[in-house]
């Protein structure tokens, strides 16, 4: 089986030296790039899984290159970066990155992260069976990570959106932890002020809300976490 290939966008050279260093131990194969030029012809050249990218890079930022990136499906991504705000762990997670991790770092959580990423990556490789799942008119296919309305407006969701969805759909009615959907997109535990979930959950409400005669598919149940209250077909 071929080695899973991660490819790090950092500009600063030490930085991208040890994260090369780090991986390579760990059994990786490893890209370096140190800007969006750079980085879209190591992607042309090689099947890359995983991006570990810093958002502030030369030319284009981390930021506007994720959503460059959101269209595809296979692809992890991780932001590793000095920004420890949270109007930028927000934009980060919004835009679809799959996990967001501030530096100076622990070179073992972030090793521990970017594999449960890349195990999921494989696993959602193989969700074929009952892939397709429709809803209130709506419907959800995993093979494309695609949702459509009952309108025809169709939405590409990134895969932590797709995951957290998927167990809301097939626990439906019963209450899903914010523990539970944490594990389930990321791999980890969920942490204090982590908004992980939270922002997944806002942006698949914006979906449903965006169309004519939209319905309250995902109730908050305070202090637990989400339902599901859809109607599965």
């Given at each position: ?15 991208r030296f040890n994260l090369r260093n ?195 598919l995902i109730n908050t149940i305070h ?11």
């Amino acid at each position: 089986m071929q080695k899973p290939h991660i490819l790090i966008v950092e500009d600063e050279d030490v930085t991208r030296f040890n994260l090369r260093n780090l991986f390579e131990a760990e059994g990786y194969l490893v890209s370096e790039a140190i800007d969006g030029d750079s980085m879209d012809s190591k992607l042309q050249q090689n099947a890359i899984n995983l991006i570990i990218m810093d958002i502030n890079l030369p030319g284009k930022n981390g930021l506007l290159l994720a959503r460059e990136l959101s269209n595809q499906p296979d692809l992890g991504l991780i932001f590793l970066t000095g920004r420890d705000s949270d109007i930028d762990k927000i934009l980060g997670l919004e835009i679809g990155a799959d996990d967001y991790l501030t530096k100076p770092f622990n070179p073992r959580e972030l090793t521990i992260r970017a594999r449960n990423i890349l195990s999921r990556i494989g696993h959602n490789r193989n969700e074929t069976e009952n892939a397709v799942i429709k809803f209130n008119q709506w419907t959800l296919d995993g093979n494309s990570r695609k949702m459509t309305s009952p309108q025809g407006d169709v939405f590409s969701i990134p895969r932590g959106e797709y995951r957290a969805l998927r167990l809301l759909i097939e626990n439906a009615g019963q209450i899903v932890t914010r523990q539970q959907l944490i594990k389930e997109m990321t791999g980890r535990d969920l942490r204090s002020n982590d908004r992980t979930v939270d922002v997944t959950i806002r942006r698949l409400r914006k979906h449903f809300e965006s169309v004519e005669n939209p319905q309250e598919l995902i109730n908050t149940i305070h202090g637990e976490g989400y339902r599901f209250v859809g109607t599965v077909e």
